[in-house]
């Protein structure tokens, strides 16, 4: 079992996870702390103990012990995809180079929410010039490449096959 999978199992809500992230990123002695192995784990459970809230200092804990608080980012992400397939929320990345009406994004939330039988679409919305014009939709492996520069990219490589 992973850790992301033990905090999902825990049930440790995702505002104590942001609270903790927050203060690792934010505090870079607290985090070489928690990662230095000459730093005894007693000093290290007591620093957990005054600083992280309840419902995440047994987890806080586990992890230093196992000299693995390098790994807590990896593992919050990997809770938040778990969160995400059970609660059926897609996440989702929308490149364009120009931005797309409300309507038209609203009728790509809807496709994806059917295609991928999901209640919600967490949709992140890039500007990417070098498309030339389109866009480029990404959810999970899928790609689906609707740009000029895709498509120039396809035509170059079926010309140079022949």
Same mark, same amino acid.
Not at 87 to 100: G, L, N, R, S
Not at 108 to 137: C, N, S
């Given at each position: 079992?992973?850790?992301?999978?033990?905090?999902?199992?825990?049930?440790?809500?995702?505002?104590? #996870?942001?609270?903790?992230?927050?203060? +690792?990123?934010?505090?870079?002695?607290?985090?070489?702390? /928690?990662?230095?192995?000459?730093?005894? =784990?007693?000093?290290?459970?007591?620093?957990?103990?005054?600083?992280?809230?309840?419902?995440? =200092?047994?987890? +806080?804990?586990?992890?230093?012990?196992?000299?693995?608080?390098?790994?807590?980012?990896?593992?919050?992400?990997?809770?938040?995809?778990?969160?995400?397939?059970?609660?059926?929320?897609?996440?989702?990345?929308?490149?364009?180079?120009?931005?797309?009406?409300?309507?038209? #994004?609203?009728?790509?939330?809807?496709?994806?929410?059917?295609?991928?039988?999901?209640?919600?679409?967490?949709?992140?919305?890039?500007?990417?010039?070098? /498309?030339?014009?389109?866009?480029? +939709?990404?959810?999970?492996?899928?790609?689906?490449?609707?740009?000029?520069?895709? =498509?120039?990219? =396809? +035509?170059?490589?079926?010309?140079?096959?022949?």
């Amino acid at each position: 079992m992973t850790y992301g999978q033990v905090l999902f199992e825990l049930g440790i809500k995702k505002e104590s #996870l942001q609270k903790a992230q927050d203060m +690792l990123h934010e505090n870079e002695e607290l985090l070489s702390a /928690l990662e230095n192995p000459t730093i005894t =784990k007693k000093e290290k459970e007591n620093v957990v103990e005054k600083l992280f809230s309840d419902d995440i =200092k047994s987890f +806080l804990k586990v992890v230093c012990d196992n000299d693995d608080i390098a790994c807590f980012d990896e593992a919050v992400e990997y809770y938040d995809e778990l969160k995400r397939k059970t609660d059926k929320i897609i996440k989702a990345e929308f490149d364009y180079v120009t931005m797309p009406k409300d309507e038209q #994004l609203e009728r790509i939330k809807q496709y994806l929410m059917k295609q991928y039988q999901a209640d919600k679409v967490e949709l992140t919305l890039k500007e990417e010039k070098d /498309l030339i014009g389109g866009f480029v +939709l990404k959810v999970g492996d899928h790609v689906y490449d609707n740009s000029l520069s895709g =498509k120039m990219r =396809k +035509l170059q490589q079926k010309l140079t096959w022949r």
